[in-house]
């Protein structure tokens, strides 16, 4: 099985090429990892090919913050250098520099 570096980094601030919502990377799976009736529910004209990095954002529009699951080719980065207002970033990253956040330290307890 081959895989794709990874075009995009978790922390990095994204926008959906199709749909109007942006957000920050959270994690990346380097090929589909979901389920097949998710896929499907893609209408086939924008459908992404599975075997490519896929990455999980805490995502927003005008009107709610959610958690997206999107494909590398369906992304591009977000230019406004501004953060996501997500409720959950705080909780994952801490500052934001440079249009970027860095991940918070994991700590086992």
Do not use: C
Not at 5 to 32: E, M, N, S, T
Not at 66 to 89: F, I, K, R
């Amino acid at each position: 099985m081959t895989f794709t570096i990874a075009k995009f980094q978790i922390g990095q601030v994204v926008k959906h090429r199709y749909f109007p919502f942006r957000g920050v990377i959270f994690d990346v799976d380097p090929q589909f990892s979901n389920t097949e009736e998710w896929w499907m529910s893609i209408p086939e004209n924008i459908r992404p090919r599975k075997d490519q990095p896929f990455y999980h954002l805490l995502a927003e529009n005008d009107t709610e913050s959610y958690v997206a699951y999107v494909s590398e080719q369906n992304l591009l980065p977000d230019d406004t250098g501004t953060p996501v207002s997500h409720p959950q970033a705080a909780e994952m990253f801490e500052g934001f520099e440079a249009g970027r956040y860095r991940l918070r330290p994991y700590v086992s307890h």
